[in-house]
C-alpha cells in the first residue's frame, strides 16, 4: 500500500491524496489553495494518470478539499466513479460557483468555467451514512465527521487491506452538528488524518462562547457594529444559534444581520438534511427559526447606524461582503472584529488576527482601530480530539496530512511513543510506502484434513485454487468439493495417445508397473486385440507381429501420479 499527498502535505490547502492500495487507485478529496500564487494552488496531479485512477471520493463541500474537482473531471478528463454524500453533492457547486465568480471579480484566471462545474456534480453518485458501496473490487464505508453539513471519514477497502481517510472531523458537538463518530474495532491498516489544530488543546467550548458573547454585548451597548466574517455555509448558522441562546438569557434586542446569497440557500440545506444535524437541530420543530436574524445587503449595513451584529463571508477576509466591511468598519473604534477561527497566512483574516494595524489593500492602508477578537472556535478537531480518534480507530499505520509542518513535527512523536503507532508526515509528492498482510484461509482437501484431526498437525502439498470475495481470499483444494466451493465444476478431460512400439519394449514396461499392482504380464499372442487396466492409464493392445499397435489413455486429474508418469516415459509417451 502506497500513500502519496498531492496536496496539504506538511500544509493546510488544496487536500489531495492517492491512494495505491491492492493494485487500486483511488483519489481523497481533490481541492485548492487560496490565498497562494498559482503555481501551488492546485493539487500537483501532473503526477497521476488519470486513466489509471479507479475512483475518487470527496469528504464534504469546503474549496480546500473540493475547488479543484471540475479541473480534474472535465479538463483533466476523468470519468471514472466519483462518490460524495447528499449535502455534499448539493453544496459543493454552490461553493465553488461563488469561488470562480470572485475569482472573475479580481480579474484572476480560472483552470476551468461554470458550466464544467455543473457537469462534474452531475455525474456523481451519492452516498449514505455508514452504507458499504461496491465500486469494482473497491468497497467504500462513510462515516459522520461532524465539520461541516454532510463531511464524512470514509474506509476504503481492496484486497484484504483497508484505509480510513479522516478529511477535516470534529469530536465536540457544536450546536448544529453532532460530534465524529466511527464503530468500535475498525483497525485499519492505515489511517490517514488532519492535523490542524494538532497542537492545540482546547478549554470549555462553552465558557468561551459565553466570553464571547459578552464581548458582543458590550460593542453593542456603547454603539458599536460588530462584523464576524464567517463561512456562510455552516459557519454562519452554528454562530447564529450562539447569539440566539445568547439574546434569549440575556433579554437583548439588537439585530443579526446576516448578508443575503449564500447563507438564505444555507438555510435551505440545513433544514433540508437537519436528519445531518445535532440532537437540537434534530429535536426542534422549526430548526435554523431564528427571531432576530434578517438578511441584508452589503449596502444596507454601510448605510445604517444601528448597532448591530454582521455576518459575512468569506471567512478569511480574502475578498467579498466581509471584506468591503471590514474597510468600511475597522478604522472605527467602536467596532469590534471577531474571527471566529483559523486564516491561512497571506489572507487580511491572518493579518487581523495578528494586530496588524496598518493593512494595505487596494492601494489603500487601513488603519485597524476596531477592537479584534480571535475566537479559538475552530470546527476542527484539537491534539486530544485526534489522538482519541487514533486510539479508537487502532491503525497500524497513522499518515499525518493537513496540518503546518511545525505543528506536524510535534504531534509526530505524540503517535509514536505515546499512542505506540508507526507515524508518517509526508510532504507533498512524498510516497509513503506501508508494509502490510494479507491473510488467506487455508481450505484444504478432506484427506488432509482428516490426518489433522487424527494426528495433529501433519506437512501436506496440494494444488489449490485461491478464491477471492471482496476483501478475504479463501485457498481451496483442487478438488471436486473445492471447485463447489468456489462455484466451479469439476471437468474431466481424457487424453488419448497411439502409437507402436516394439512387443518387448511394451512388455517389460507393463512388467515393471505390474508386478507392484499385481498384474500378470503375460498377453496372448494370438494376434486379438486386448484391453489392459493399470489403474490410472488404460492400454488398449493391438499385436501386430513382433509390435504392439497401442492406444493409451488417461485422466487429466491423474497426471500427477509418480506411476502414471513413469510408465508414460517407459512407454515414450510426453505428458
Known sequence: MRV????AGQHVGRSCVLLEIAGRQVLLDCGVAVAVPEERRYPELAAVDVSKLDLVILSHFHLDHAGALPYLTEVLGYNGPLLMTHPTRAIAPIILREYLQLRYRKREEARYDLEMIDACFERARCIQLEERVEVGEISVTAYYAGHVLGAV??????GGLSALYTGDFTTVPDHHLSAARLPL???????????????????SKRLKEYELCCKVQDCLEKGGKVLVPVLMMGRSQEMCMIFEEHWARAQLAYPIFVIKGTAQKAQVFFRLFAAWGSQQV??????????HVRFVDTEEVLAGTTPAVVLAGPAMLDGGSSLELFKALAPDSKNLVVIPGYCLPGTVGNLVQAKTRKIQLDDKEIHVRCEVETVVHSDHADSRGISELISQAA???VVLVHGGESLMKTFLPIVKKRL???????????????????SIKVVPPPPVLDSVLASGPVAATFTGLLKRQRDTFELHARSAEGLERCGMKMQRVRFRHRCVLPAEKFRKAVSALGSRRGISDEWSGSGEAFELDLGSLCCQVQP???????????????????????LLKMLGVET
Do not use: Y
Open 395 to 397: 491503525p497500524k499505520q
Open 153 to 158: 471519514m470514509v474506509l476504503v477497502e481492496a
Open 420 to 438: 505506540r503507532v508507526p507515524c508518517h508526515s509526508p510532504a507533498v509528492g512524498e510516497a509513503v510506502e506501508l508494509p502490510t498482510e494479507e
Open 4 to 7: 502519496t499527498p498531492l496536496g
Open 544 to 566: 501386430q507381429g513382433g509390435n504392439v499397435g497401442l492406444t493409451v489413455l488417461w485422466d487429466s486429474a491423474a497426471e500427477q501420479e509418480a506411476e502414471l508418469v513413469e
Open 185 to 203: 474495532g475498525l483497525r485499519p491498516d492505515v489511517m490517514i488524518t488532519e492535523t490542524t489544530c494538532c497542537t492545540t488543546v482546547r478549554s
Open 282 to 291: 434534530r429535536g426542534s420543530t422549526k430548526p435554523f427559526d431564528f427571531p
